[in-house]
């Protein structure tokens, strides 16, 4: 199973994340992405949105970071990661949904200003960071996760623009429950980092 790859991207991460947690073998493709790779016509018969991450999965081939996920934790049966209730997994849907969007809006668009000089209204990404940072501090106090007692889908999906928040001049240490699910995440067997997430 091939991943088509950029180390910096907090969304090629969720999938590396997750398979690593889950003993999952990925081939990593890197892409050459300074140089434009993504947006040339080899590329672009795999994603005609011109984005990583990519899965190759012996020819079934899917984008978007979060339909990887799903893909990943059905595929292995992952009931834990990937609830079979229909009220979990549209909780876990939800946050999903909120990284594609809220997150994305948010704290990764003011790391792609600050670190690869992207042309986004900053001021208006650290707002919505707040705003992320704060409704997720709220969701994550009664049980540590965003869905139920343990780690979901849901929390690797969101995790890494929040860990990564701080290179877009986000801070996240007045968020306390934030704080403490950062390190949570952190300490799960299996568990890799990235560049950029710095570590209690
Ligand atoms: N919704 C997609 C977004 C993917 C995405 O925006 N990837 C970035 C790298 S992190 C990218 O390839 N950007 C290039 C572009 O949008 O032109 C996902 O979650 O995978």
């Known amino acids: 199973m091939k991943l088509y790859d950029l180390e910096l ?22 892409v ?27 020819g079934l081939i899917l984008r978007d970071s979060q339909a990887i996920l799903v893909y990943l934790a059905m595929k292995h049966a992952l009931e834990d990661w990937w609830p079979q209730v229909a009220f979990e997994q549209a909780k876990v849907m939800q946050w999903l949904s909120f990284s594609g969007n809220e997150i994305a809006r948010g704290p990764n668009d003011a790391r792609l200003h600050d670190l690869f000089s992207v042309d986004v209204d900053v ?6 960071a707040e705003e992320v940072l704060n409704v997720l501090d709220a969701a994550l106090e009664p049980t540590g996760w965003l869905v139920g007692n343990a780690p979901t889908l849901a929390d690797i999906a969101c995790y890494p623009y929040i860990a990564l928040a701080h ?4 801070s996240t240490t007045e968020f306390s429950a934030v704080v403490a699910w950062c390190r949570r995440l952190e300490v799960l ?3 890799i980092a990235m560049s950029g997430i710095e570590r209690a």
């Open 32 to 58: 050459d992405y300074l140089n434009g790779e993504h947006k040339r016509e080899a590329f672009l018969g795999l994603n005609p949105l011109g984005q990583i991450p990519v899965l190759d999965d012996h």
């Open 123 to 128: 001021e208006k990404a650290r707002g919505s």
């Open 167 to 170: 290179q877009g001049g986000v």
């Open 189 to 191: 067997d299996g568990y």
């Open 9 to 30: 991207s907090g969304n090629c991460y969720k999938v590396r994340l997750f398979c690593a947690l889950n003993n999952i073998p990925l081939d990593i493709v890197p």
